[in-house]
């Protein structure tokens, strides 16, 4: 290997390794937990998790990927369904705030009721 080739091998794996950090590191996650009503059923936990790199939201439940959605950069909003235990999962993301002070909100729905809301 010419040092020319090794030194684009060595730049390349470089730029991987500061985009990963990058992109790990624009992320934040919130726990909830839920109850199901009238079950005996153990709490759901329910995670959130925003990557502010692209506007990202992945939702778990107990640790099982439910949802995964982008924010649309124009309107500010996204939402996204699924499904989990037979329930259906619904979330909706938004700006809220003013400018400059503007949080990111997360409200995660089970069956059309609302069973937790994250701010970011």
């Not at 997360?106 to 009721?113: H, I, R, S």
Request: glycine share 8%; aromatic share 12%.
């Amino acid at each position: 290997m010419s040092p020319h080739e090794a030194t684009k091998i060595s730049l390349r794996s470089t730029f991987f390794l500061l985009l990963s950090i990058l992109l790990l590191g624009c992320s934040s996650s919130q726990y909830a937990t839920y109850q199901l009503p009238g079950s005996a059923r153990p709490h759901w936990e329910i995670q959130a998790r925003w990557y502010s790199v692209g506007d990202q939201l992945t939702v778990f439940i107990n640790g099982t990927i439910v949802l995964d959605t982008n924010m649309n950069i124009f309107s500010g909003k996204g939402d996204a369904e699924g499904e989990y235990e037979g329930k259906k999962i619904r979330a909706e993301v938004f700006k809220s705030g003013e400018l400059f002070q503007e949080k990111t909100v997360v409200q995660v729905f089970v069956d059309g009721k609302k069973a937790a809301e994250f701010e970011f």
